[in-house]
C-alpha cells in the first residue's frame, strides 16, 4: 500500500532546500529524512522518492526487495553537475535532474507522478484481498474490512471467487432476498450503481454483498462482468474485493485495485507459496495489470512455525497487519455468521476490529464523490 506523499532522501546540504523548495509546490505531503533505516521503512509505502547520488542505491535495493515497480525514483544533482547517468540507469530511475537549473522539468515530473496512478480522488478505493493457500482466512478478513469500512464510508463487499461458498453465508445474511453473480446481466455492457445496490442482499449491519450463487451450477462470474460491476459502484462506494490466487479474476481485480493485502499464515508452506504466487504475478504482470505492490496481512491459525521478520525475508513484503488466532470465531460465525459476532461496535470480535482500523486509516478521509 503506497501513500502519495514524496519521500526526500537527500544528503547534500546545498541540494537539500533546492528540492525541499520544489516538493512542497505540489501540495503533497514530503517526508524528509536520509536515515538508511527510514528509508527501507517508508521507501515502499511511498509515491515518489527523490533521491541524490550518496541514497539512490539504497532506496533502488530498498525497493527491489519489495519487489517494489510502482515508486517513481527521480535522481537530483547540484550545480553545476553533471549527472552520472550510469548510475541513473543502474538505480532503475525515472529521470535525472541538476538543481536549481532544472527545477521546472522537476516539479513538472513530480505533477506526472501524481496523475500516474488511477485517481482516486473522485472515487471510492478499491481494495483486492487474496491469499496464496486455501483457509487462510482471506475471505474473513475481506468481510471484516468491509464490515468495519462501511461505518466509516458507503462500502460494498464483492465476492470474486468462482469456488467460493458465498460471502453471503459468512456473513449470516444466506437467506436475504437480492441477486447473485449468476443473476447478473446487462444487455448493453453498462450496470446501473444505484439500481444494483439496491439488488443486493445486505448484512444486519446494511452492508451490500455481491456474492455467488451456491445453488447454480455455475457461478457467474466473468472478466466483464466483474469490470461492469466496479465502473458502477466505484464512484460512490469503496470496494473490498475477495479474490484467491488461483481465480483467472485475479489479474481484472488487481487492475482496478490502488490496495492489495496478501494474507498469509505464518507457516513454511503458506509462504513459499505466497511467494511463489508473487513471481507469477511479476512474471504475469503487464501495464493493464497495474503491477501492484501488496502488503501481507498475517492471520494465525494456531501453532506458529514463522516469526513476523521470518514471513518478511521468505515472501519479500511489508507486513501491513498481523492477527492473532481467534479460538471461538469458527462456531460464531458457523452459528450466527460474522455480523453476529458482536464484541465491537462494529460487529467484530476486537483482533479484527484492530487489524481492520490500522488498515483503513490511510482510507479515512477518501470519501466517495
Not at 4 to 22: F, K, W, Y
Not at 122 to 137: K, L, M, N, P, Y
Not at 161 to 173: A, I, R, T, V
Not at 201 to 229: C, F, M, N, W, Y
Request: some cysteine.
Amino acid at each position: 500500500m503506497t501513500t502519495r506523499s514524496i519521500l526526500l532522501a537527500i544528503t547534500d546540504p546545498l541540494l537539500h532546500p533546492e528540492v525541499m523548495n520544489i516538493a512542497a509546490a505540489t501540495g503533497r505531503e514530503i517526508i524528509d529524512t536520509a536515515d538508511p533505516r527510514e528509508i527501507t521503512t517508508l521507501a515502499p509505502k511511498t509515491d515518489t522518492i527523490i533521491a541524490d547520488a550518496a541514497t539512490v542505491n539504497h532506496v533502488r535495493a530498498v525497493l527491489d526487495s519489495q519487489r517494489n515497480t510502482f515508486t517513481t525514483v527521480l535522481l537530483a544533482y547540484p550545480e553545476p553537475g553533471p549527472i552520472d547517468w550510469k548510475l541513473a540507469l543502474k538505480a532503475g530511475t525515472t529521470d535525472a535532474f541538476i538543481l536549481p537549473a532544472q527545477a521546472t522539468e522537476l516539479l513538472a515530473a513530480l505533477r506526472t507522478s501524481t496523475s500516474r496512478r488511477t485517481d482516486t480522488s473522485e472515487h471510492g478505493s478499491v481494495i483486492a484481498v487474496s491469499s496464496a493457500t486455501g483457509g487462510a482466512g482471506c475471505s474473513t478478513i475481506a468481510a471484516a474490512l468491509a464490515l468495519y469500512s462501511h461505518h466509516i464510508t458507503p462500502t460494498v463487499l464483492i465476492d470474486a471467487d468462482p469456488q467460493s461458498g458465498g460471502l453471503d453465508l459468512l456473513l449470516g445474511c444466506e437467506d436475504c432476498p437480492g441477486i447473485r453473480w449468476i443473476d447478473l446481466t446487462s444487455s448493453d455492457g453498462v450496470l446501473d450503481g444505484a439500481d444494483l445496490i439496491a439488488a443486493l442482499p445486505h448484512s444486519a449491519s446494511g452492508l451490500p454483498v455481491l456474492s455467488v450463487d451456491r445453488q447454480s451450477p455455475k457461478a457467474g462470474i466473468t472478466e466483464e462482468k466483474l469490470q461492469q460491476v466496479i465502473a458502477a459502484l466505484r464512484p460512490h462506494y469503496r470496494l473490498i474485493i475477495d479474490i484467491p490466487a488461483h481465480a483467472h479474476l485475479l489479474s481484472t481485480a488487481l487492475s482496478s485495485a490502488d490496495t492489495f493485502y496478501l494474507v498469509i499464515p505464518p507457516e513454511v508452506r503458506a509462504a513459499a507459496a505466497a511467494s511463489r504466487m508473487l513471481t507469477n504475478l511479476r512474471q504475469q504482470a503487464t501495464k493493464a495489470t497495474n503491477r501492484l505492490t501488496p502488503d501481507g496481512i498475517i492471520r494465525h491459525r494456531g501453532w506458529a512455525g514463522l516469526r513476523l521478520k521470518d514471513v518478511q525475508s521468505i515472501v519479500g513484503i511489508t507486513i501491513a497487519a498481523e492477527v492473532g488466532s481467534i479460538p471461538t470465531l469458527p462456531k460464531k460465525i458457523e452459528c450466527f455468521g460474522l455480523n453476529g459476532t458482536a464484541t465491537t461496535r462494529a460487529g467484530l470480535p476486537r483482533p479484527l476490529e484492530r487489524m481492520a482500523r490500522s488498515l483503513l486509516a490511510p482510507h479515512a478521509k477518501q470519501v466517495a464523490a
